[in-house]
T-cell receptor, first 115, second 113 residues
Framework: EAEVAQSPRYKITEKSQAVAFWCDPISGHATLYWYRQILGQGPELLVQFQDESVVDDSQLPKDRFSAERLKGVDSTLKIQPAELGDSAMYLC?????????????FGPGTRLTVL | SQELEQSPQSLIVQEGKNLTINCTSSKTLYGLYWYKQKYGEGLIFLMMLQKGGEEKSHEKITAKLDEKKQQSSLHITASQPSHAGIYLCGAGPRIQGAQKLVFGQGTRLTINP
């Protein structure tokens, strides 16, 4: 069964360091999402890609976060420099298209701890 | 912006008992998604509802969307330990091509043997 792959699963870093997360969506899925989930809360969208283009990055803290999906397949989310408040689960999801009714499939997530 | 409120925030039930989780929206729901999350893992898609009055079932889990499309419920019959986890409702916008999901805060379900 096709799955969304994410790596690493866990990352511990010190504040002010740079971190990067990788996501490989289900083959053929044009839309890719990065969500951040703080412990005890629901996920919140950081950025949405349609193929290689950004559709929505209104909640992405652009002074320290960046995301790319250069060839419209896999994607990288980067934080530089990391802050204590960035500790969270980072979830990647993909869907066939971005329209209503297209369910999103989630990866296992990357749990980030910033010390 | 749309907000989703889930109730209860946590729930402890005896194995074999029925339970219901509610999700209430501040605005009309055009697509309501239910996901389950095991602690520290990703989200598993359960069901999606779009039409007022719609009801869907999968195994022992039934989800409903009310006629006014502002409230959804998730009902589990004869709960089992495998049902334990965090249940999240998510709402999609009306606008095509911008399928950002707004999630509730989640309901943590514990099943006691």
């Amino acid at each position: 069964e096709a799955e969304v792959a994410q790596s690493p699963r866990y990352k511990i870093t010190e504040k002010s360091q740079a971190v990067a997360f990788w996501c490989d969506p289900i083959s053929g899925h044009a839309t890719l999402y990065w969500y951040r989930q703080i412990l005890g809360q629901g996920p919140e969208l950081l950025v949405q890609f349609q193929d290689e283009s950004v559709v929505d990055d209104s909640q992405l803290p652009k002074d320290r976060f960046s995301a790319e999906r250069l060839k419209g397949v896999d994607s990288t989310l980067k934080i530089q420099p990391a802050e204590l408040g960035d500790s969270a689960m980072y979830l990647c999801a993909s869907s066939l298209a971005g329209g209503a009714g297209n369910e999103q499939f989630f990866g296992p997530g990357t749990r980030l701890t910033v010390l | 912006s749309q907000e989703l409120e889930q109730s209860p925030q946590s729930l402890i039930v005896q194995e074999g008992k029925n339970l219901t989780i509610n999700c209430t929206s501040s605005k009309t729901l055009y697509g309501l998604y239910w996901y389950k999350q095991k602690y520290g893992e990703g989200l598993i898609f359960l069901m999606m509802l779009q039409k007022g009055g719609e009801e869907k079932s999968h195994e022992k889990i039934t989800a409903k969307l009310d006629e006014k499309k502002q409230q959804s419920s998730l009902h589990i019959t004869a709960s089992q330990p495998s049902h334990a986890g965090i249940y999240l409702c998510g709402a999609g916008p009306r606008i095509q091509g911008a399928q950002k999901l707004v999630f509730g805060q989640g309901t943590r379900l514990t099943i006691n043997p």
